[in-house]
């Protein structure tokens, strides 16, 4: 579970804080002279586009990890007038604001992976992903590309949401917690329900919702939802409790999963495992409370077949209550 740092960019000395940030990111996270030089040119570039072009800009940033190696995150969300041409924006020269035009060329090319979203009059949403080492050539073990926006409310310095994977062949264990109220005691049971998860990645849904009961007794409790993708049996097993809630996405249509009502902690009236059908490249979103429940992803042409990241990126972007901390987790199969 990795803490993103969230920054507002409204206006030209916050993007030069923001690229200060990031390279502190960088240092951490282990990127050489020349990595964290490709970091700052790309915040930079993509922080004064939002001063330039954007309403109410944020900037996320944060580690990520694929095939063991160490990464950064830079998801830019706003809601300004969107683009009408991705690719023209991207064509060196290009530019709407007299400027040089260069930036979302050069973000591009400096990013291992990258990819906007953008809806004409809601707004738009950009991804870079930049590595500490090379990627290596062999394919990833892992059998879902994940995505996640964890962020506390505001005013609280740590969300009291939590979330978690365990990856292994064939098989995959994806957990969303949400700590009762929010601040420290909120976090405090959310961690708690992290650690049970990990201490029993062999178990069932239902079995590890069961032991996080007895381990969350001592603190606030928690809404606690698994899923376990079996890609063998193409099945995906589902256990919750608490307002946690979790769709599957599939070119033939989507359906929801169900969660019993209590507090994993305090009353749990039934813990219960449903099994459902997962389609061959299916996208799971489960997402904490602090999310409105009436998102579509339908309403965003082409949304649904781009990086979880930016997935979850847009529906906190637009969905997000404002009053409470908020996760969303999105997971597709991988190719």
Known sequence: MNDP??????????????????????????????????????????????????????????????????????LALDKGPGISDIQECLRDGFSTAGTPGNGLGAVSRLSAFFEIHSTPKVGTALLSHLWASPMPVKQSNNNLEIGV??????????????????????RSLLLVADGLGH??????????????????????????????????????????AIAEVDFERQVVRFAGVGNISGCVFSPEGSYSMVSHNGTVGHEVRKIQEFVYQW???????????GLSTQWRLDRYPGLITRHPSLIAGVLYRDFYRGRDDVTVLVAREEN
């Not at 926006?149 to 064939?170: F, I, K, S």
């Not at 420290?184 to 919702?209: D, G, M, T, W, Y």
Request: glycine share 10%.
């Open 183 to 224: 601040g420290p005691l909120a976090a405090q049971a959310s961690l708690e329900a992290v650690r049970i998860f990990r201490e029993n990645v062999r178990k069932s849904p239902a079995e590890i919702i069961a032991a996080a009961h007895a381990a969350l007794r001592s603190t606030r409790g928690a809404a606690l």
């Open 149 to 170: 926006v964890c962020l506390p409310m505001a005013g609280e310095e740590v969300p009291g949401d939590g979330w978690a994977t365990d990856q292994q062949a064939g």
């Open 5 to 74: 740092v969230a920054l507002p960019i409204l206006e030209s000395s916050q993007a030069g804080e923001a690229r200060r940030i990031a390279m502190a990111i960088a240092t951490r996270l282990g990127f050489n002279e020349t990595e964290r030089g490709q970091v700052g040119i790309v915040v930079t570039e993509v922080a004064n586009n939002l001063v330039r072009h954007a309403k109410d800009g944020l900037l996320l940033l944060q580690a990520v990890t694929k095939n063991d190696i160490t990464g950064m995150e830079i």
């Open 279 to 289: 389609p061959k490249g299916g996208l799971l979103v489960m997402h904490s409370d």
